[in-house]
């Protein structure tokens, strides 16, 4: 029989190509999609529900009624929001977590996915590269919620024997959702500006690295993780997971090939500084070797592929 299994935060930039994703490789019906608001993009064909990631008890009595198997919480406040409401983002982060580390140790269901994110990381580290087990000294509100995120999810492993397993995305870049409130926002804010002919406004310093990832890959992670046999996740807090660094300047540089006349400004703001604090390159062997990650998309085929998939978009 096939597994079913349950997306919480189906609506948001991740959740979105997930679902979607999901649905293909395990039939629509399987795939439940939930929000706290009706979806704007589509999520294919297959049920949709409401459902608070903050309601503990609206949750379980939906786990008590349907026999799911795996849940991919995504739900999450990203970077710059939550800056800006440190409180709400802590509430909703870590009880969304709490939430549903306790259905599954309830025994509601056996496996969960749960994202973290290279913002668990500080400032300081060796030639600006995080491996897997840095020192992990976040200085934003986000940082530190998927930080202590981590160590629960471990915690939940160890002591209750919870099948929980995480990965630390880079900053996505993905063309169905646009991502909303994270400091990497702006990798995917400026394929839309070139695709509209509008000058771009970058609020990041021209030379500010970063790992990012396209879609592709973070689903493809996502997926790969929760099918690895049990033995080989050997870490239960997250994994680092890297795929490309490159700065403003650079990605602009390969966009231009494609819009030539594309102009860009930069005035870096306040998301400046939290990039600042990240590192600009990520480790992930751990992730090779316990569960044979690989990337697959280098920045010029992901710029291929993005203006690719937005154009198809806007002709449709
Ligand atoms: C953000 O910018 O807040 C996120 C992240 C790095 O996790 N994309």
Redesign the pocket.
């Known amino acids: 029989m096939a597994k079913k299994v349950l997306v919480l935060g189906a609506s948001g930039q991740i959740g979105t190509d997930l679902t979607l994703n999901l649905r293909e490789k395990l039939g629509a019906e399987n795939v439940i999609a939930s929000d706290i608001k009706e979806p704007q993009v589509s999520l294919g064909d297959g049920p949709f529900m409401l459902l608070n990631a903050l309601d503990r008890e609206g949750m379980q009595k939906f786990l008590k009624n349907h026999q799911i198997d795996e849940v991919y919480n995504m739900v999450a406040m990203?970077?710059?929001t939550a800056e800006k409401h440190p409180w709400k983002a802590w509430d909703l982060n870590m009880n969304s977590l709490f939430n549903t580390l306790e259905l599954q140790k309830e025994g509601l269901f056996s496996k969960l996915f749960w994202p973290s994110?290279?913002?668990v990381f500080g400032p300081g580290l060796k030639n600006n590269t995080a491996i897997q087990n840095s020192v992990a000294e976040p200085k934003t509100v986000?940082g530190i919620s998927k930080l202590s995120g981590e160590r629960w999810c471990e915690y939940y492993a160890k002591q209750y024997n919870c099948d929980v397993r995480s990965i630390r995305?880079?900053?996505?870049i993905s063309y169905q959702t646009e991502?909303g409130g994270?400091?990497?926002?702006y990798a995917v804010d400026i394929f839309h500006k070139a695709i509209a002919n509008v000058p771009y406004k970058c609020f990041l310093d021209e030379k500010r690295t970063l790992p990012m990832m396209y879609m592709a890959d973070a689903v493809k992670a996502t997926m790969n993780i929760m099918e690895a046999n049990s033995e080989s996740i050997r870490i239960r807090s997250s994994y680092n997971i890297a795929a490309l660094s490159f700065s403003p300047q650079e990605l602009y540089t390969s966009i231009c090939k494609y819009f030539p006349g594309f102009e860009i400004q930069y005035e870096p703001d306040k998301r400046d500084l939290y990039a600042q604090s990240?590192p600009a390159y990520i480790n992930d062997d751990q992730a090779k070797m316990d569960w044979n990650w690989e990337a697959e998309f280098n920045l010029d085929k992901l710029v291929e592929n993005m203006f690719h998939n937005l154009k198809s978009l806007i002709h449709q």
């Open positions: 990203l970077s710059a994110s290279i913002a986000y995305y880079p900053g996505i991502p994270g400091t990497t926002d990240w």
